[in-house]
């Protein structure tokens, strides 16, 4: 995805004007940031599960938002909190690493203008595309790239922070696991993501165990659903067949996933008002050992080695012009944590990991002298933004 999409000019349209580009920029950091909307999901289901009498206690309060009265609600069962949790934290993993994932491809190039970028980005065939090349090892993005989109330049020095050499390794090591992790988990859950997400129709709750030759291999949190799924994935137009699939989850190991997921996308938010805005900010640095954990963290406290189960729906044969059930057949997808994510969560685990904020201080580049014309492209412009 090159810098400037849509600025030149394609099927007749004229090109954009780039003096508009000012303008936009300011609009959009001027906002707080998707990772602030996130950070608000992921408190709300933090509140959900509380079991604090203050909880309880707020709900029971009448509310009122500007003219509208409303009188208290009774606080949820546990067992429909839990539910909720297992499905919100599923949907909202989803929806961070998409966003994260799409702001990444925005900004990754240095365009003048990151939000055209964004926008352009409608078409989720090229979208899967995109998130694709980041899954495996042969797509992994040059370590100077990541640094300047989440730490603010491709070195310590360029970037102007104030931190160890250590750190800075260690922290691109993570930007860049989390970028993977993200996109492995969209392209590769994205029917569990439908199920939770359109409908409601994926079924949370405590599942049943699975046994295996006398060993459990999974079992705990879930989320049932249906899904239709090529017989043979290289001819996606052949034959399909119906599936019974569980797809086992871990509530903390989300909403630690979703808390690493919004450090990034606060980053990145704050190297690009600096340098698109001159405002100076903090970035929050994610290390390699946290994306490991997170990994981790959900098959270890599960003790499973299944991430997922799909039983085949029940078809009928005919022998001999009888009717008859068709053979079943199980498709159970295993777990391989390697030793490395294995010793990460080792060092982490049952550890109070602070988070580690660093101050992103402008630079001489980052300087902005701001506009006093009184024109201006859009009404919506923050004040001295414009550029005519």
């Known amino acids: 995805m090159g810098a400037g999409r849509g600025t030149g000019k394609r099927n007749g349209q004229p090109p954009l ?13 001027s906002s707080g940031g998707p990772h602030e909307y996130i950070r608000a999901r992921l408190q709300s289901i933090i509140f959900t599960l509380s079991d604090a009498d203050e909880a309880e206690a707020i709900l029971q309060q009448d509310l009122s938002i500007g003219t509208m009265q409303a009188g208290g609600s009774r606080r949820l069962s546990q067992e429909v909190r839990q539910r909720y949790a297992l499905m919100e934290s599923t949907v909202l993993i989803h929806h961070a690493g998409e966003a994260l994932l799409r702001l990444w491809m925005a900004h990754k190039d240095s365009p003048s203008c990151p939000w055209l970028e964004v926008a352009s980005l409608t078409t989720p065939r090229v979208f899967k595309e995109e998130a694709e090349k980041h899954t495996s090892d042969a797509g992994r993005i040059p370590r100077s790239t990541i640094a300047s989109v989440f730490l603010g330049g491709n070195t310590r020095e360029d970037a102007h922070v104030e931190m160890t050499e250590g750190q800075w390794e260690r922290s691109i090591d993570g930007f860049q696991e989390l970028l993977r992790l993200v996109a492995h988990t969209i392209t590769s859950e994205a029917t569990l993501y439908n199920a939770a997400k359109h409908g409601l129709v994926g079924l949370p709750g405590d599942q049943a165990d699975i046994v295996y030759e006398g060993k459990r291999v999974a079992g705990g949190g879930g989320i049932t659903f249906l ?11 052949g034959p399909h067949s119906w599936w019974l699939t569980t797809s086992f989850t871990n509530l903390e190991a989300n909403l630690f996933l979703i808390e690493l997921t919004v450090r990034a996308i606060s980053s990145l938010w704050a190297v690009a008002r600096r340098r698109y805005l001159g405002v100076p900010g903090e970035v929050v640095l994610v290390s ?7 990994v981790a963290m959900g098959p270890i406290a ?12 029940v078809t009928y044969t005919y022998e001999s012009g009888l009717q008859q059930f068709g053979q079943r057949v199980h498709r159970p997808s295993l777990i391989r944590l390697g030793p490395d994510v294995v010793e990460a969560f080792d060092r982490v685990s049952g550890e109070h990991v602070p988070m580690t904020f660093v101050a992103l201080p402008l630079r001489e580049q980052d300087k902005r002298t701001p506009s006093t014309s009184n024109r201006q492209f859009f009404r919506s412009s923050p004040p001295g933004s414009s550029s005519v």
């Open 17 to 29: 004007a780039t003096e508009q580009y000012s303008e936009l920029n300011a609009t959009f950091y």
């Open 227 to 237: 899904e239709k799924t090529p017989d043979n994935t290289k001819f996606r137009s």
């Open 288 to 294: 390699l050992d946290e994306v490991l954990t997170a």
């Open 302 to 313: 599960d003790n499973r080695m299944l991430s997922s189960f799909s039983e085949s729906l």
